[in-house]
């Protein structure tokens, strides 16, 4: 399978359901997370750098390079470089619902009924928000960089 709009479709579409499903696990956030950030290979693909993309696309879009991170962090245990890390695996925490007795004050979000995943110290952030942002900015790159993304 060469084409990322096939590859949106068949694998990080339903990943990112299945995270919809499970809305505060991380196990499903890292898959979604790993699925998404891994479209870039598909629109590298055959003749393009990933990680030229991967730098270019984390700079047009906030929301893809939050999916980068967090796909590195769990992947490597960090994202970036070991003396100066920009995420940590451990970071990436579940953020619960806002029921009594269940929500955590400055965590969960008043009246969210299913909760999700955040970033410690960044607790606006959600996730499942985060990869459709990154999905919708990944399809409009795939007009943007020509035939071999298609």
């Given at each position: ?85 920009d995420l940590r695996m451990g ?55 020509g035939p071999s993304a298609q």
């Amino acid at each position: 399978m060469e084409d990322m709009l096939r590859y949106l479709d068949e694998i990080v579409e339903p990943t990112v359901r299945d995270f919809d499903e499970h809305p505060t696990s991380r196990r499903h956030a890292f898959l979604a997370c790993v699925a998404t950030f891994h479209a870039i290979d598909y629109l590298a693909y055959p003749s393009k750098r990933s990680s030229s993309l991967r730098q270019r696309f984390g700079k047009q879009s906030p929301e893809f390079r939050i999916i980068d991170q967090v796909a590195h962090a769990f992947k490597h245990v960090i994202s970036g470089n070991r003396a100066n890390p920009d995420l940590r695996m451990g970071d990436v925490i579940p953020r619960p619902p806002a029921f009594s007795g269940v929500m955590v004050a400055g965590l969960s979000f008043l009246g969210d009924r299913k909760g999700g995943v955040t970033i410690f110290g960044q607790h606006s952030v959600d996730l499942r928000w985060a990869l459709r942002q990154a999905i919708v900015f990944l399809r409009s790159r795939a007009v943007v960089e020509g035939p071999s993304a298609q």
